[in-house]
Antibody, heavy 122, light 107 residues
Framework: QVQLVESGGGVVQPGRSLRLSCAAS????????THWVRQAPGKGLEWVAV????????YYADSVKGRFTVSRDTSRNTLYLEMNTLRVEDTALYYC???????????????WGQGTLVAVSS | SYVLTQPPSVSVAPGQTAKISCGGN??????VHWYQQRPGQAPVLVVH???DRPSGIPERFSGSNSGHTATLTITWVEAGDEADYYC??????????FGGGTKLTVL
């Protein structure tokens, strides 16, 4: 069955960097776009970034553009989110989610991981 | 940027019908997806492309979309339906947008 397992979260000081990973299994990683979505404590869902099935197209929310980078390693079936210049407002549970199709626009997220918690604090 | 507006909360008695709205400018021209998030759990897709249900989602969950409002309807509400519900659309200028979420309380 489809599984997505996030890791890499933790406590980090403002201005520092962190890399999140999402290990995918149970499906052909290169056939689907994948997203990062975050949820601040007690708040709603916020879309962060998406990468297309072929890794060519990447899009970001304005709140993270220029600071976060999404990438993947198809040999490891793993999605990454490199987060630089972290801010207190980046504190959230970060989910990776598989799109129900190849492209970055249109298909919903049909499978989600359980999330990894990032806390940005001095 | 494109904005989706949901009521913060909806309350319904067991066995009744819950309707959760999602407002957006001309949202009827877009495909709307709905997610259920139970406390402490990851979101689950319950309706996609306005009206379609993924496999395993009960027929009690249905969606509609017209004009400036999309609606998620849950008939014969059960205690297990108590959760936060989010609508989502794709927008060419904003990319992916979520509504603020609606907390469904089963009385």
């Amino acid at each position: 069955q489809v599984q997505l397992v996030e890791s890499g979260g933790g406590v980090v000081q403002p201005g520092r960097s962190l890399r999140l990973s999402c290990a995918a299994s149970g499906f052909n990683f290169t056939d689907y776009a994948t997203h990062w979505v975050r949820q601040a404590p007690g708040k709603g869902l916020e879309w962060v970034a998406v990468i297309s099935y072929d890794g060519v197209n990447k899009y970001y929310a304005d709140s993270v553009k220029g600071r976060f980078t999404v990438s993947r390693d198809t040999s490891r079936n793993t999605l990454y989110l490199e987060m630089n210049t972290l801010r207190v407002e980046d504190t959230a549970l970060y989910y990776c989610a598989r799109a129900a199709g190849q492209y970055t626009s249109g298909p919903p997220c049909d499978h989600w991981g359980q999330g990894t918690l990032v806390a940005v604090s001095s | 940027s494109y904005v989706l507006t949901q009521p913060p909360s909806v309350s319904v008695a067991p066995g009744q019908t819950a309707k959760i709205s999602c407002g957006g400018n001309n949202i009827g021209s877009r495909s709307v997806h709905w997610y259920q998030q139970r406390p402490g759990q990851a979101p689950v897709l319950v309706v996609h492309d306005d009206t379609d249900r993924p496999s395993g989602i009960p027929e009690r969950f249905s969606g509609s979309n017209s004009g400036h409002t999309a609606t998620l309807t849950i008939t014969w509400v059960e205690a297990g339906d108590e959760a936060d519900y989010y609508c989502q659309v794709w927008d060419s200028s904003s990319d992916w947008v979520f509504g603020g979420g609606t907390k469904l309380t089963v009385l």
